[in-house]
């Protein structure tokens, strides 16, 4: 009886210290916002940090300074910034392939870029899962278009509901994308649980705001349940896929159009980076690049408008709007108004950003492409990262010029989009 309860005080201790403790301790951190790795009895971290390790040492390094990716790879913060370079350096080795011994070639960017957005935002929204995300977007596309082509009809009442073919589809792909979704969270949350996983993807921080959090001295649950989950991740397809491939869609074009600036913002690549892929760090250096990729969504902004509807009576300036009332916001129009803009409202002028946004037009809040206030786009940084990388990797290894098809044809399918694609002949430097 002894023996057994000396045995027992000994599981009881060992318990507390592998498995209550380092659980506690790691519950009273998250609560705080400190997060890091989820806790893994006896091994810890070492399996991670051993392969980190040895994925950095397996690689020769550039003649720089910046060492602290290859001497501590698994404390380095590196974000999401690897998904983009590997996505934008698959598709540039595509499209070398494709101007081949020649030199050059004619491609239709949109579709291209339409893919790399897709495969970039799959790969920071869903991790190791990113093949999976592919195909739910892929259905979404699918969804989209009937929606759309739903939109357009005329419209009969209760016919949505009748069981015609697309309608079948439609249910269908909205099933299939929810199942799909649900299935890849419930393995996600297995693995965060079992310290497989970490977080540092957006579906794996959408999954940590499920937990019950305390804020200030009010316990309070700020949850997300599974449901309100599965929708976050269908926004992740219009949020971060439509918009920045037209957006980087259209900044080819106009860059074709004026050969100047796009020589200017190649010289600003190749002495910010030289011939070495873009880092995020380097990003914040690109200035010229960074005018020009306002300046193409003041012309060109992928989303044309917002709409707003008011719950509640609310005081527009002078105006009172009684609740139910919908507002739209003309993005576009107000990109190109001339008594804010100038004269020149029309043309080409990325150096009217060259002291920074505010300054820009006469009108502190008149440039939007990404909304203002507090509902204004969270992945605004992500998109403008995206396409500083994007744009970088693809003047550092061509110049591009107008297709002689290109018919210009700009129009509004939910984004700004060119009607004929955007036919591009490159050219390999």
């Known amino acids: ?36 790795t ?48 590997t996505s934008c350096s698959d598709m540039i080795k595509r499209w070398a392939e ?56 005329v419209y009969v009442p209760g016919l949505r509901f009748m069981p015609t073919k697309k309608n079948k589809r439609r249910m269908y792909l909205d099933k299939e994308i929810k199942s799909t979704l649900r299935d890849l969270i419930h393995r996600k949350e297995v693995a965060m649980k079992m310290g497989e996983s970490s977080n540092n993807d957006l579906l794996g921080l959408l999954l940590q705001s499920t937990d019950c959090n305390e804020v200030g001295n009010n316990s309070k649950n700020i949850r997300l349940t599974i449901d309100e989950v599965i929708e976050e991740c269908k926004l992740f397809y ?8 037209v957006w980087l869609t ?12 796009q020589e200017r913002a190649r010289e600003e690549v190749f002495q910010i980076c030289g011939k070495n892929t873009p880092k995020f ?23 044309t408008g917002l709409f707003r509807h008011t719950t509640e009576k609310t005081r527009l300036g002078e105006i009172s709007l009684p609740a139910n009332v919908d507002l739209y916001l003309p993005t ?28 820009a037009s006469k009108e502190q809040l008149a440039f939007f492409p990404f909304g203002w206030g507090p509902r204004i786009c969270i992945g605004q940084s992500f998109a403008m990262i995206e396409a500083k990388i994007a ?3 693809i003047l550092q290894h061509f110049s591009f010029e107008l297709s002689p098809s290109y018919t210009h044809a700009p129009y509004t399918v939910i984004t700004l989009q060119p009607q004929f694609g955007a036919p591009i002949i490159l050219h390999r430097l």
């Open 98 to 153: 494709l101007v081949g011994p020649q030199g050059s070639c004619e491609l239709d960017v949109w579709p291209e870029f339409q893919n790399l957005t897709g495969d970039i935002i799959s790969r920071t929204a869903f991790g190791s899962n990113y093949e999976e995300g592919k195909r739910i977007f892929q259905l979404q596309k699918e969804q989209v278009v009937l929606v759309l082509e739903a939109a357009f009809s």
């Open 238 to 245: 219009f949020a971060g896929h439509e918009t920045t491939s």
């Open 250 to 261: 259209w900044t080819m074009v106009v860059l074709a159009m004026h050969p100047n600036w």
């Open 281 to 303: 760090e380097s990003t914040n250096q690109l200035k010229i690049v960074t005018m020009i990729l306002n300046e193409v969504q003041r012309l060109y902004p992928p989303v």
């Open 38 to 85: 989820s806790y893994k009895i006896l091994h810890g971290d070492w399996k991670e940090y051993v392969r980190s390790m040895e994925e950095a040492w397996s690689k020769p390094m550039s003649l720089t300074h910046h060492i602290v990716p290859r001497v501590i790879p698994f404390v380095h913060e590196i974000g999401m910034a690897p998904a983009f370079s």
């Open 391 to 393: 744009l970088a990797m």
């Open 332 to 359: 576009l129009l107000i990109h190109h108004d001339s008594e804010i803009w100038g004269e020149d409202s029309q043309e080409f002028k990325p150096e009217r950003f060259s002291a920074g946004i505010s300054a």
């Open 1 to 36: 009886m002894i023996s057994f309860l000396i045995l027992l005080s000994c599981v009881v201790k060992a318990a507390y210290s592998i498995l209550w403790k380092p659980k506690k301790l790691e519950k009273q951190l998250r609560q705080q916002g400190i997060n890091g």
